[in-house]
């Protein structure tokens, strides 16, 4: 199995930056996408970013030019660095990783962490 902690969520101000950060761990032969996905209250989860293992990205428009999504290969892990960011950003933050494990290279597996708040406001 795969475990993914995610860290870096917060209040912040309008305007402000946050860095979110999601680490998998467990039995990982090879990650394929990672990406980030928000919820805020009363809404459907919604994809923020997407980046391939071979680092393609794909954002949301309500994200495009203000966030950056990025990947450490060698750590597993994915970073989102969001600026500007606005009081609709507001959301829990959940990280996706899509895995081939060890001993089980032909099923993609699906792994989603347990999500980080972001709070902005004044």
């Known amino acids: 199995q795969v475990q993914l902690v995610e860290s870096g969520g917060g209040l912040v101000q309008p305007g402000g930056s946050l860095r979110l950060s999601c680490a998998a761990s467990?039995?990982?032969?090879?990650?394929?996408?990672m990406g980030w996905y928000r919820q805020a209250p009363g809404k459907e989860r919604e994809s923020v970013a997407v980046i391939s293992s071979g680092g393609s990205t794909n954002y949301a428009d309500s994200v495009k030019g203000r966030s950056t999504i990025s990947r450490d290969n060698a750590k597993n892990t994915v970073y989102l660095q969001m600026n500007s960011l606005k009081p609709k950003d507001t959301a829990v933050y959940y990280c996706n990783a899509e895995a081939f494990l060890n001993g089980d290279y032909e099923v993609l597996h699906d792994y989603w962490g347990q999500g980080t708040q972001v709070t902005v406001s004044s």
């Open positions: 467990g039995s990982i032969f090879s990650i394929n996408a």
